[in-house]
Nanobody, 129 residues
Framework: LQLVESGGGLVPPGGSLRLSCAGS????????ITWFRQAPGKEREGISY??????????NYADSVQGRFTISRDNAKNTVYLQMDSLKPEDTGIYYC?????????????????????WGQGTQVTVSS
């Protein structure tokens, strides 16, 4: 069971990146997924969530990224994406995707780290001119 993030890199302020979280050995269709970010010297924080692939997906965003980031899923590719636009230097950090099987429905506390069973290795995002 593995999650693999990709798509990070160096981008100037105002730029865009799309991160991918691919599942291997696990069907992300049944999982709620949160993207977490860990900035240098700070705790890991949840920034965006998408509920499992049954029915209409519920999405949530931290205030700091609301209106700039968009989370989505492609069940056929077993992948969840995070489109990041209008990037700011404070968006710099390591981005992790985390998954948990949603047995009884969408997560209530989607940003709580210990709700998640599966984690990727992280991908670095640096926003700098």
């Amino acid at each position: 069971l593995q999650l693999v993030e990709s798509g990070g890199g160096l981008v100037p302020p105002g730029g865009s990146l799309r991160l991918s979280c691919a599942g291997s050995g696990i069907s992300l269709h049944y999982c709620g997924i949160t993207w977490f970010r860990q900035a240098p010297g700070k705790e890991r924080e949840g920034i965006s969530y998408i509920s499992n692939g049954n029915g209409s997906a519920i999405t949530n965003y931290a205030d700091s990224v609301q209106g700039r980031f968009t989370i989505s899923r492609d069940n056929a590719k077993n992948t969840v994406y995070l489109q990041m636009d209008s990037l700011k230097p404070e968006d710099t950090g390591i981005y992790y995707c985390a998954a948990t099987i949603e047995w009884v429905g969408p997560l209530i506390n989607w940003s709580r780290l210990d709700n998640f069973d599966y984690w990727g290795q992280g991908t670095q995002v640096t926003v700098s001119s």
